[in-house]
């Protein structure tokens, strides 16, 4: 595969050793080279064929597919126009990747029902948006559980991130990716979940709505090192329209933190500048970042989960949360270049090998709550060989 990557940020330095890993090369398009250039320069010489320092406009991007050849495009920009590149890259027969259909100018819920609403058309070439970790990876964990059980009463999902410095101690609110975007979805956007029949209930914001206990949003508190009474603010994020409307049931988002880190945001309030936490030479990172997603079947819970530690195996510049955020889009173009669906627009959860090819990236544990005991659930086949990021659980038996 040699793909065009828009933004080589966090997300995108993760995803170029993704691209390593499997023989991938890329080239990459933004204004801004990762802090520490040289040591990924040395890394990445057989991967990265080139860097262009510039912002990028579907402008910009339709004179360079003129040009060159590739076979696909990953969008990771916040502010490139996502209708209009699905369009721009299908036109010129390239596949689109993005991590999500929402950019700066609609509103999350308005931006999700639109896509519903209005799927953008493609004849030439399959496209895979709202891929990344969530909502692809997790949209389509949900999809699994509930091909293999029945429609839910309600779906979780739920993230509980304690990434900090090494030495454990934060020097102020503190964030694990983009500081802007994180920012607007606590203090700026509109608040949402999806209740039954696919009604959206607005609140004004993460901020000012009362905060919510994991423990008991179907989170296997047994099995994951979340502490006891750990809260998350609830978030207004894509997958629960996604995933509300197909199988018309309650959905909402609960992002959760270490507790000082809690703490510290919500004393800063409005006022909210977080300090982007990301690998450096000087300074390791320690905690995890914990995404899953959990169904409710009357009083009983159906889960998948991911844990990835921070630690020196992921690059300098991107952290855990990053990681995962790049498997999900590297398993979109996994998806692309073993087992090329028909022209059209896809999300995640619509594509039968997605879940399979993430599997390879990063480990997807399942589990059961019932009567507030978790169990975890052992995979019927154990993949070949362990995934590219973390280490696969040791389960301890009886």
Known sequence: MKCLVIGGGAVGVSLLYLFKALGWRATVVDPVRPKHWPAHEQALRNTIEGWTEQPYSPDHLHARLQKEAFDAVIDLAPTFDKRKSVTLCDEAGVSLINSTMVDWREDIHIAAYNFLDNRPQAARRPHIVASGMNPGALNAMAEDIIRQTEQPDAIVYWEYDDTMPACGKYRGPSITWCPSESTAEIVEDWNFEVLEEGTVLLHEDAMDWPLQGLGKCGVPMDLVPVPQGAEGFLIGHEECIYMGWRHDTAVKFVYGFHPENMRL????????????????????????DIVGVACRFEDEWRGQYCLLENSPAIPLDTNATCALVAAGVAAAAMVLADSEPKPGVYLTHELKDYLRAFQTLAHVHEYELIDGASRRILPAVAPACPPLLGVRPVIKTN
Do not use: F, K, M
């Open 265 to 288: 945001i919500r004393a800063a309030g409005y006022d909210v500048e977080p300090e982007l936490l990301l690998r450096r030479p000087e300074e390791e990172l320690i905690g995890r």
